[in-house]
């Protein structure tokens, strides 16, 4: 499966942005999807992940609340809704493919799409 992920971009602190993951290959809906992000000097983090079906999700709990992934395998399309945006959300967002929900780790995915950059600033 091949990913594309888009919508980042520069945006003040209590800011929304929605960034999408557009999927083409494989069979999409067959892929759990999770959104990670990298800021400089830091390691990569999971951020989120929903299930291939849309019912199961979950959260970094420093973005309980304010980060809500959804999907359209209609669409073939995976989203993060960001909002009350902060500073420390800046990073370089990806998303990734699995067939297995319960990973969490980055070097556990093997589908990456290319990053798209959010940057929190007034």
């Known amino acids: 499966v091949q990913l594309q992920a888009s919508g980042g971009g520069l945006v003040q602190p209590g800011g929304s942005l929605r960034l999408s993951c557009v999927a083409s290959?494989?069979?999409?809906?067959?892929?759990?999807v999770a959104w990670f992000r990298q800021a400089p000097g830091k390691e990569r983090e999971f951020v989120s992940n929903?299930?291939?079906?849309?019912?199961?999700?979950r959260y970094l709990d420093s973005v309980k609340g304010r980060l809500t992934i959804s999907r359209d395998n209609a669409k073939n399309t995976v989203y993060l809704h960001m909002n009350s945006l902060k500073p420390e959300d800046t990073a370089v967002y990806y998303c990734?493919?699995?067939?297995?929900?319960?990973?969490?780790?980055?070097?556990?995915?093997?589908?990456w799409g290319q990053g798209t950059q959010v940057t929190v600033s007034s």
């Open positions: 929903i299930d291939s079906n849309g019912v199961s999700t």
């Open positions: 290959g494989r069979s999409f809906s067959a892929y759990a």
């Open positions: 990734a493919a699995d067939p297995n929900y319960s990973r969490t780790r980055a070097n556990e995915y093997a589908y």
